[in-house]
């Protein structure tokens, strides 16, 4: 079992900004990769970025990909997701997941993530 906890969501206006954190205290996660998903009401959960906890290597969704930066920081066993120029269609729930297998890519797939955390509220209005 990895625990993964997230904070930092919010209500906020479009363009403003917003940092979520997600950390996995009491556990290594050498060769993860960690990712952030996000859920709108009625919508199928999706990915939005991931990281790889070893090499350091993100992808992202192209629809954030220039406003969002995912990062980890290695010694406080925690990953962020910066978010930036805030839209109200980012509005969701945003979930904090981990993979623990080796893969050669940074899954953008649900069914890849065996750990998640309970998610945090994310709305931004116009």
């Known amino acids: 079992q990895v625990p993964l906890v997230e904070s930092g969501g919010g209500l906020v206006q479009a363009g403003d900004s917003l940092r979520l954190s997600c950390t996995a205290s009491?556990?290594?996660?050498?060769?993860?990769?960690m990712a952030w998903f996000r859920q709108a009401p009625g919508k199928e959960r999706e990915f939005v970025a991931a990281?790889?906890?070893?090499?350091?290597?993100?992808d992202y969704v192209d629809s954030v990909r220039d406003r969002f930066t995912i990062s980890r920081d290695i010694s406080k066993i925690a990953v962020y997701l910066q978010m930036n120029s805030l839209k109200p269609e980012d509005t969701a729930v945003y979930y904090c997941?981990?993979?623990?297998?080796?893969?050669?890519?940074?899954?953008?797939?649900?069914?890849?993530?065996?750990?998640w955390g309970q998610g945090t509220q994310v709305t931004v209005s116009s």
């Open positions: 997941a981990a993979d623990p297998l080796y893969r050669p890519f940074l899954s953008h797939y649900t069914k890849d993530y065996d750990f």
């Open positions: 009491g556990r290594t996660l050498s060769r993860y990769i």
């Open positions: 990281i790889h906890w070893t090499a350091g290597s993100t």
